[in-house]
């Protein structure tokens, strides 16, 4: 009986916090720089969000270590639903190419919901004689090892889909890591680095510039945001698929109702014309997604990239 009476009394508990969460600010954690894929996403969901929750929601940008130092901070925030982890693939890589990580993806956070998937595209400084896949094979083999790759660090959807690239079309090129997208672009524009993936919405406007030239996408499906570029697929390397994607994460103690909560926030600010729009305009898919949907998606990440990661030897430094 006292143990019926206690489990019902921590049911009352629980969905009393959810009922009146948020009771103060709520904060999402941006694992990397201002200026890339991540940041962007959650800028645009954040005053819809602020909307659904009735509080203020802030986005605080906490990168390094290829997005761990914020996924870490969240892992270890109090588990109220107050601070939130802009989620992305790097929970279903980071586990497999660090030796050791100072939390556990996925025993440390709990899983809200993806709410959206974007393609990579692959890039090359406007220098370089290569204007097709093909071209870009043919000179990268014809200078093995002279050859740099820019990514936005290590374990992230970009340079997985190098290594995935270098595996395919059996080539070396030098990895040159950066912290977050925008000084990798950085040093692709200014001859530093040659080439490099990068998530397709954040480079939209150097492609259309000219500034940057771009061979193909990363998704089986052209980009309805630049449907002339073909994909890595149809460019010969057949099957070919990577996409990134973001979605939200609290601590792992955080009570089921307020995940669920914040769950059904996350559907209903996406739902939004409005937000869908400005996602949709930059290339991205939306999705709606349960917590249990979310979890079964990382576990088949870390399926995905376990062979890629042990055929490359990829390993953070």
Avoid: C
């Amino acid at each position: 009986m006292r143990t019926l009476v206690l489990a019902l009394l921590a049911a009352f508990t629980f969905a009393a916090q959810a009922q009146n969460w948020p009771t103060r600010q709520v904060t999402i954690v941006v694992p990397y720089p201002p200026g890339g894929l991540i940041d962007l996403v959650a800028r645009i969901l954040q005053p819809r969000l602020q909307q659904e929750l009735g509080q203020s929601v802030v986005v605080e940008n906490r990168s390094g270590a290829g997005g761990n130092v914020g996924a870490e901070s969240v892992a270890r925030s109090g588990a109220d639903g107050h601070t939130i982890l802009l989620g992305n693939p790097s929970l279903g890589i980071s586990p497999l190419i660090y030796d050791r990580l100072n939390y556990r993806p996925q025993e440390d956070l709990a899983y809200v919901g993806r709410y959206g998937t974007v393609p990579n595209v692959l890039l090359v400084n406007p220098g370089l004689k290569a204007t097709t896949v093909k071209d870009l094979v043919a000179h990268i083999k014809a200078n093995p090892g002279r050859l740099n790759y820019a990514s936005n660090g290590f374990g992230t959807s970009p340079q997985m889909s190098m290594e995935m690239f270098k595996a395919m079309t059996n080539t070396f090129i030098v990895h040159i890591p950066f912290r977050g997208s925008a000084p990798a672009v950085s040093s692709v524009l200014g001859g530093e680095t040659q080439m490099m993936f990068d998530n397709l919405p954040p480079v939209i406007p150097q492609i259309k510039a000219g500034k940057l030239r771009a061979l193909g996408v990363t998704s089986l499906a052209r980009s309805a945001a630049m449907p002339e570029l073909p994909t890595l697929d149809e460019s010969g390397l057949k099957g070919f698929e990577v996409t990134s994607w973001f979605g939200l994460n609290v601590a792992a103690a955080t009570p089921r109702e307020i995940v669920m909560r914040l769950n059904q926030a996350l559907n209903r600010s996406t739902s939004d014309p409005k937000v869908r729009e400005q996602l949709e305009s930059r290339g991205a898919s939306l999705v709606q997604e349960t917590p249990d949907d979310y979890m079964k998606f990382i576990r088949a990440e870390l399926a995905k990239w376990g062979p890629i990661v042990k055929r490359a030897g990829v390993k953070a430094e």
